[in-house]
């Protein structure tokens, strides 16, 4: 596997974030593409350091959005929002280390979101 810094999806994370979760620490979260996973029909993964490492290192919670970019990139732009918005929803309120899990990171859920995205992207933008 290599990775790389994809500083195109870290500015769409930001915004997202931005709108629609203020709890996200956006200096402590860092989007990554990776090329040669061996995995299969995974699109982007969320990565953390557990409770038990932050507290050996002294540090706290930081968060790592992979997106695998053999498939990611081929996707259409309203597509690679979905996941994006999935891959932040796993962060919880708390930004502790923790995830949330598939039962809140749905497809249900991560339409609303993407409806309320569409909607205050274009309402701000819409008024300048």
Do not use: W
């Not at 995974?42 to 507290?55: D, E, N, S, Y």
């Amino acid at each position: 596997m290599k990775y790389e810094e994809a500083p195109d999806i870290q500015q769409i994370a930001e915004e997202i974030s931005n709108l629609l979760f203020p709890h996200v620490k956006l200096e402590r979260v860092k989007c990554f593409r990776s090329v040669g996973t061996s995995s299969r029909g995974t699109i982007a993964r969320c990565h953390t350091i557990g409770k038990l490492m932050q507290k050996a290192m002294n540090t706290n919670a930081f968060y790592v959005l992979e997106f695998i970019s053999e498939r990611f990139d081929k996707l259409r732009e309203e597509d690679k929002i979905k996941v994006i918005i999935h891959e932040l929803m796993h962060i919880p309120a708390t930004f502790g280390g923790g995830f949330r899990h598939h039962d809140h990171v749905c497809e249900k859920n991560i339409e609303k979101n993407y409806r309320a995205y569409k909607l205050k992207k274009d309402g701000f933008f819409g008024r300048l």
